[in-house]
């Protein structure tokens, strides 16, 4: 090591004159520093259009590796010492006596931490154990870089990376320092970013990054207390959990002898299961993590994607843990697959199979009515309202429709063959009842329904489809078909992992979200499920994905026939509260539904899908990492 300290700045051009002043090129200390608004001569690297996040990897993998400690300051702070000493010299010292894992300082007036204004637990002593403090200023031994470093920036790269960063200190907590001797104060604080102008919206991204890390931590004992159970998915609970835990039995640091290494991996496994993804690569620097997976990565991954088979997607748990953990264990060089990266190879390949609609189980009846049969198959959009489509759509040989309501003929077409339902407990009764009014002549020839579970039960369990409506639609004398095998087991979970739905938000423009569930839409798994007959054709009306999912009104959504028998935006949940993952399932339709001739969508639709727009939010929506490890 060549120096004591070096410290690490983000700025927009240049960096803070009294940073400069007070650590470039000091005996003890130097800086350095990147820019995000505009170049500039002495800066590391100029860095446009990043976020907090991935300006402080970006510094942790550009700067030179022989420093002990590393201080990550942001420019727009002040260091106010509280004796007689400056604010670097106040550092070493501090490091001298304590020697820590990771150093920071009390934080003062304005910062967002409820220790701000505790001036009377500030002036109590000289340094405290203080989990979850703010991450504008931290001091990381050099043998941790590895261990924080690349932040994770796949939830937004902002405050939600904070967390994190401070749920990676726990295992150091004894030599986590926060020293009372200076404090520093943000100097300004921009008002109009993204992250200061929505609090639920960084709500929900911790939330979103605790669920993914949270089954590799191993001390949820301290966090799950029977009264703290039900709140377990609460980002912040970890956060108070150990600040009265650690603040209640008085924990204080101690002066501790010089270490050359903190990173002691079986101590580490006490604390965190560290087959995660998050910890595949922590033995390689900052700059070799950040680094695209080798060729040779590559080719083994792809080997292995396409030896998969229908049986290694159907299973009701997350079968991408184990693809990804069992091509990592043929990885004998470089870094190692995210879970999602694996799958993003997966989903690039081309001329890959669908596993479903090859190999899930038929209905003798419904496939020999469907042999050779032009199927057209009708949704609810309202884009077909004044298209005069009903003609063509009658004209084919069966007609499968979502639900059973027909707006108007003359769009919609007068036929239902099939009805295609999830069955739920907001849709099951009302075909139930339709059906029960229509004469018996007049009824579909089947109903189909590729979802499982249907109604929760009192006892906090589900009732599945098969369960709840066999009975009812043999009274019907109409057959029912759904996924349910003798086994006990449901096809539709290789279409589910093959999907890859994920569990997300979209921010539009900063003004207007749409949540999606970790599912599919059930009359898009009927879709998959239809191409597994021996069809001639499979004509698709009125299925716009949502119009390819942005925020819209009820109208734009769907018929006002549709919304009025089913609730507002077809869901008692009202608009754009739950939707299904429409991004998902729009790159499984381009990727495998449309490269089948048989498959036909009408221009509309297929225009959206190949549209720029939907492209860009694609690439976005392919590094989200999955968190919901299974599917009823």
């Known amino acids: ?222 966090v799950a207390t029977p009264a703290h159970a039900p709140r377990l998915k609460d980002s ?34 006490n604390f965190f299961d560290l087959s995660h993804e998050r910890f595949n690569n922590i033995e390689l620097s900052p700059e070799k993590q950040m680094c695209p997976i080798s060729q040779n990565t590559q080719s083994i991954a792809e080997d292995h994607l396409k030896s998969l088979t229908f049986y290694d997607f159907k299973r009701q748990t997350n079968p991408w843990l184990d693809i990804a953990a069992y091509i990592n264990e043929k990885v004998t060089a470089g870094r190692k697959l995210e879970v999602n990266e694996c799958v993003e190879i997966y989903q690039q390949m081309s001329d890959l199979p669908s596993y479903f609609h090859n190999a899930c189980e038929v209905d003798e009846k419904l496939y020999e009515y469907l042999d050779g049969a032009r199927v057209a198959f009708v949704g609810p959009a309202p884009y077909l309202s004044g298209s ?62 590729n979802d499982t579970a249907s109604q929760l039960k009192q006892d906090g369990t589900w009732a599945f489809v098969d369960e709840v409506y066999t009975q009812a639609f043999e009274q019907l004398n109409v057959p029912f078909v759904h996924l349910k095998n003798e086994d006990e087991t449901w096809d539709r979970w290789a279409l589910y992992w093959q999907v890859y739905p994920k569990q997300h938000i979209e921010n539009f423009d900063h003004k207007s979200y749409t949540q999606y569930t970790a599912n599919f839409n059930s009359g898009y798994g009927a879709l998959n499920y239809l191409m597994r007959y021996p069809i001639k054709e499979l004509a698709v009306f009125g299925v716009d994905f949502y119009n390819t999912g942005i925020p819209q009104t009820d109208e734009q959504k769907y018929n006002k026939l549709y919304t009025d028998t089913y609730g507002p935006s077809g869901t008692p949940n009202g608009p754009d509260k739950i939707l299904h993952d429409q991004l998902s399932q729009m790159m499984h339709c381009t990727n495998v539904l449309l490269k089948d001739n048989r498959f036909k969508l009408d221009s509309t639709v297929k225009n959206m899908l190949y549209s720029n727009q939907l492209t860009e939010r694609l690439q976005k929506f392919m590094k989200l990492p999955k968190f919901k490890n299974e599917t009823r």
């Open 236 to 269: 912040l609970l970890i956060k108070k959990s150990f600040i009265n835990l650690i603040l209640g039995c008085g924990m204080t640091p101690s002066p501790t002898p010089k270490r050359e290494n903190y990173m002691d991996v079986e101590a580490l496994k």
């Open 388 to 449: 005069s489509t009903g003609a063509e759509i009658d004209s084919y040989d069966v007609v499968v429709r979502i639900q059973h309501g027909i707006p108007n003929e003359a769009d919609y077409g007068s036929r239902t063959d099939i009805v295609q339902s999830c069955l739920n407990s907001n849709y099951g009764p009302p075909v139930v009842e339709h059906l029960t009014a229509t004469p018996a002549d007049k009824r579909p020839r089947f109903v189909i329904c």
């Open 1 to 222: 090591m060549t120096k004591r300290l070096c410290v690490l700045q983000v700025t927009p051009i240049s960096p803070n004159p009294e940073h400069i002043e007070l650590f470039s090129q000091r005996e003890d200390c130097d800086f350095f520093f990147v820019t995000h608004d505009a170049p500039n001569k002495d800066a590391l690297k100029y860095c446009p259009n990043t976020t907090w996040t991935d300006t402080r990897n970006i510094l942790a993998a550009q700067v030179p590796k022989h420093y002990e400690y590393y201080a990550f300051v942001d420019y727009d702070y002040n260091f106010r010492p509280l004796g007689e000493l400056n604010p670097r010299e106040q550092i070493l010292e501090d490091l001298q006596t304590f020697e820590p894992a990771v150093l920071t300082y009390y934080p003062g007036r304005g910062m967002t931490t409820p220790f701000a204004d505790n001036l009377e637990y500030r002036d109590s002593r000289e340094a405290s154990i203080l989990p979850f403090s703010h991450c504008g200023m931290k001091v990381v031994h050099h043998s941790l870089m590895n261990w924080f470093f690349p932040m994770v920036t796949r939830f937004g790269g902002s405050v939600e990376a904070c967390h994190m960063f401070n749920i990676l200190e726990i295992p150091f907590l004894k030599n986590v320092v926060c020293s009372h001797k200076m404090v520093y104060d943000n100097g300004h604080t921009d008002h109009e970013a993204p992250h200061n102008q929505n609090g639920a919206w960084n709500k929900y991204r911790m939330d979103e990054m605790w669920a993914w890390i949270m089954p590799a931590f191993k001390k949820l004992n301290v």
